[in-house]
């Protein structure tokens, strides 16, 4: 018995240590970065347009913000830095510098404006400070130990399972079957939204309200199984895809949780095409 017993624990260590450890080609992480860092700055962009009422000293902010606001003429300065540093860091050069760099100015922009800073600001700060201790290779060959890939999945997932269960037990998306369709009608609505809310049948919503809730609550096995990977991808790409048309502005979260697809993409495949 004993003997089972031992050779149960090292088999699992066995998994344990190919999970975590195991090399792994680093084209999944290389693209993820690009991905990652482009997002970001077009995210920026969008919101660089109102600076000076955004992080500067020309908007309202509450007197208890943990850092003040720049002054009009330090904004460019400040703007010249973390364009340049997330440039830098998406083109793989001296990653680990631009990645605390980048880290360091996006933290800045979030405290400063909490109002302002959405989900997808802690993702950001969270994807950047994985480069910071795990900068990876600037290029797209070779290989690194799984260890980044395997915390930047499981983010992934934990994201989509921690939002089904908080509309499944904290929301109403199981008890009401007009849920999403009233979300749909909300300060989000764009006017694709608006016009599809006039053209489909309410049955339409419903079904897309299940649906999405069972992906996100089912998206460990989705993600993590090897025969049901490509469906997870699809219909997440489909999900976001949604996302984007009918609610405003989050478009660069689409974009931002779609890059995480590419950390699932196979490793024969990565070895084929990048050798």
């Given amino acids: 018995m004993f003997l089972g017993i031992h050779k149960l624990y090292r088999c699992a260590m ?5 999970f975590w450890f195991s090399p792994t080609p680093s084209a999944n992480y290389t693209l993820f970065r690009v991905c990652q860092g482009v997002t970001l700055m077009l995210y920026l962009a969008a919101w660089w347009r109102h600076a000076p009422e955004w992080i500067g000293t020309d908007g309202f902010h509450f007197p208890d913000e943990v850092f003040p606001p720049l002054p009009s003429g330090i904004l460019p300065i400040f703007g010249i830095i973390q364009f340049g540093a997330l440039l830098l860091f998406t083109l793989g050069w001296q990653t680990r510098l631009f990645a605390i760099v980048s880290w360091l100015c996006f933290c800045y922009v979030t405290l400063v404006d909490r109002i302002a800073a959405f989900s997808i600001n802690s993702i950001f700060i969270f994807t950047l400070a ?13 290989q690194l130990a799984a260890t980044p890939v395997r915390l930047l999945q499981i983010a992934l997932v934990a994201i989509y399972f921690s939002s089904g269960w908080h509309k499944a037990v904290y929301g109403n998306w199981l ?13 989000f609505m764009t006017d694709i939204a608006a016009r599809s809310l006039q053209t489909f049948p309410a049955g339409v919503w419903t079904a897309a309200q299940y649906v999405t809730l069972a992906f996100e609550l089912f998206s460990p096995v989705l993600f993590f199984s090897r025969k049901l990977k490509w469906i997870g991808i699809a219909f997440g790409c489909v999900f976001h895809i949604g996302i984007a048309l009918f609610m405003h502005q989050l478009i660069y979260f689409s974009l931002q949780m779609m890059s995480f697809y590419v950390l699932f993409l196979p490793a024969d495949r990565q070895r084929k095409h990048f050798p």
């Fill in 14 to 18: 066995d998994r344990w240590d190919t």
């Fill in 175 to 187: 008890d009401s079957p007009t849920t999403l369709q009233n979300i749909m009608s909300g300060m």
């Fill in 130 to 142: 994985i480069f910071a201790v795990y900068p990876g290779s600037g290029r797209i060959g070779g």
